[in-house]
């Protein structure tokens, strides 16, 4: 199974557990007045117990599928900008890391030092203007900045393409 179809199963599993429920909600009681949808009461309570069996055999399922993914993410290098990653790696940095180093290099400002100049109250020793000086390197930040957006816009496509051929690992495989 491709690491792709493992995660569309686990869709398919939480689609089916939540009718599932719906179902046992639905035929969990009756009044005295009705007649039990399946025929007769035991009938009915054997549906609902068939049910709940059959999340739990499904909840097993989705854990073993979910295992099997984080193993296989784990265990699959790929090699972005130089850097090998792993695929749980890049997932991190999709979600959360870049846009946080995006955020770390644009700090890279004079804004704080320009307010506090502009506040005033601070006085330059006789005959010298007080001057803003940036602690860091524009270059620098700008190719630091331009390497994270870079990277964080190739990840999608750089997983697409490793979710639909990489064959899932078995929780028993080395990683």
């Given at each position: 199974?491709?690491?792709?179809?493992?995660?569309?199963?686990?869709?398919?599993?939480?689609?089916?557990?939540?009718?599932?429920?719906?179902?046992?909600?639905?035929?969990?009681?009756?009044?005295?007045?009705?007649?039990?949808?399946?025929?007769?009461?035991?009938?009915?309570?054997?549906?609902?117990?068939?049910?709940?069996?059959?999340?739990?055999?499904?909840?097993?399922?989705?854990?073993?599928?979910?295992?099997?993914?984080?193993?296989?993410?784990?265990?699959?290098?790929?090699?972005?900008?130089?850097?090998?990653?792993?695929?749980?790696?890049?997932?991190?940095?999709?979600?959360?890391?870049?846009?946080?180093?995006?955020?770390?290099?644009?700090?890279?400002?004079?804004?704080?030092?320009?307010?506090?100049?502009?506040?005033?109250?601070?006085?330059?020793?006789?005959?010298?203007?007080?001057?803003?000086?940036?602690?860091?390197?524009?270059?620098?930040?700008?190719?630091?900045?331009?390497?994270?957006q870079d990277l964080y816009d190739n990840i999608d496509s750089r997983l697409e393409v490793i979710n639909a051929t990489t064959e899932l690992l078995e929780i028993t495989d080395k990683i």
């Amino acid at each position: 199974m491709k690491l792709i179809e493992g995660m569309k199963r686990l869709r398919v599993i939480e689609k089916r557990m939540a009718s599932n429920i719906e179902n046992i909600n639905r035929y969990a009681a009756i009044l005295s007045t009705e007649r039990p949808m399946f025929g007769s009461e035991d009938k009915q309570k054997s549906e609902v117990k068939a049910l709940i069996q059959a999340n739990k055999d499904l909840m097993g399922e989705y854990l073993g599928l979910k295992k099997r993914i984080e193993r296989t993410n784990l265990g699959i290098e790929i090699e972005i900008q130089g850097t090998k990653y792993q695929i749980s790696d890049l997932l991190v940095i999709k979600r959360k890391l870049a846009k946080m180093m995006e955020s770390t290099y644009s700090a890279l400002n004079t804004k704080q030092a320009e307010m506090r100049m502009a506040r005033g109250g601070i006085q330059a020793p006789a005959g010298e203007r007080i001057q803003v000086v940036p602690m860091f390197d524009e270059t620098d930040k700008n190719t630091q900045l331009r390497s994270w957006q870079d990277l964080y816009d190739n990840i999608d496509s750089r997983l697409e393409v490793i979710n639909a051929t990489t064959e899932l690992l078995e929780i028993t495989d080395k990683i």
